[in-house]
């Protein structure tokens, strides 16, 4: 097999939904799927299995055999082993997820961060495109929160493998309880399962998407202010980001990301205003947009093969 026809297998875990693809080495999608995290009683590994089988099955379909699987798993991760040590939105303690899906597929398996995975993405976008490249945060906003602090091209993962933890920074001492167990955490305010409980919570009418939420801003007062303290709780955290780090571009992905200017417009002035004697870093939107995730799996995956890819990613 040439490098120019192997493919991988290539899975976004999120708290809510598994994005899946098969990746050829020019980073094309040649199969996209995307199923729920939990379906059907189900736990996500199930589904997960699930999903690996069809993108294989997809792969046979299209004449190809795919050379390794990569996973990009929210919650503090060591990567040398696979291990997902703990996922507060997936119920995974100590879950030997390389091993799992070793035995099961029978290909070899890279498990990384996902916002570290997809920081690796958009670093080599950024790259490609003569952007600011090395020195950046990346910062997925999903059902859950994290970030990807890269510096020097490098996305850092901390002594235990749980650098990047954004979404469980505390912003509001005492408030909002978290998945993860502390209360006041910026995923509590922002992430956007969280946006739409609060607006639920608050007596917003019916609605099954933060995206709902987002078109209803400026005609419903329930969303504009469920949103503002979205908004508030992301500045307050990326203050700090900013003050601690000095990067060059601050570049959002995620699903609550796709809200485009209705995010980073108000989002800018609340940082900008925070930061009172210093200019706040550029706020962007990731090239890859919400697949970020899923090209930082791929990434994983074509390096545990011993392959080294040559993608060609998008421009703004």
Request: hydrophobic share 45%; aromatic share 4%.
């Amino acid at each position: 097999m040439t490098t120019d026809s192997a493919v991988v297998l290539a899975v976004d875990v999120g708290g809510t939904g598994l994005k899946g693809a098969v990746v050829d080495a020019h980073g094309r999608s040649v199969v996209l799927r995307e199923e729920p995290s939990r379906a059907a009683g189900r736990n996500v590994e199930e589904n997960l299995l699930e999903l690996l089988d069809d993108l294989a099955q997809d792969a046979a379909a299209r004449g190809v055999q795919p050379v390794a699987v990569g996973v990009g798993a929210p919650g503090t991760v060591e990567e040398s082993s696979g291990t997902i040590v703990y996922a507060s939105n997936l119920g995974w303690r100590r879950f030997p997820l390389r091993a799992v899906l070793e035995e099961a597929t029978g290909l070899p398996v890279a498990v990384g961060h996902d916002a570290r995975a997809a920081g690796r993405a958009e670093h080599l976008a950024s790259v490609t495109s003569g952007g600011t490249g090395g020195n950046f945060v990346f910062v997925p906003v999903g059902t859950g929160i994290a970030a990807a602090i890269v510096v020097g091209g490098v996305a850092l993962d901390g002594a235990r493998g749980a650098a990047g933890e954004f979404g469980h920074v505390i912003v509001h001492p005492g408030g909002e309880p978290c998945p993860c167990g502390q209360r006041g955490c910026v995923e509590a305010y922002a992430a956007g399962a969280a946006v739409l409980r609060r607006y639920t919570a608050r007596g917003g009418r019916a609605a099954s998407s933060t995206a709902e939420v987002v078109a209803r801003l400026g005609a419903d007062a329930h969303a504009d202010a469920v949103w503002a303290d979205a908004v508030r709780a992301l500045a307050l955290g990326l203050q700090g980001l900013t003050m601690l780090l000095d990067p060059a571009e601050i570049v959002l992905g995620g699903g609550v990301s796709r809200a485009g200017r209705a995010l980073l417009d108000p989002l800018a002035g609340e940082l900008g205003q925070l930061l009172a004697w210093r200019a706040a870093p550029p706020l962007t939107t990731a090239r890859w947009g919400t697949g970020a995730g899923r090209i930082g799996a791929a990434l994983l995956a074509f390096e545990r093969a011993g392959i080294v890819p040559e993608f060609v990613p998008p421009t703004r």
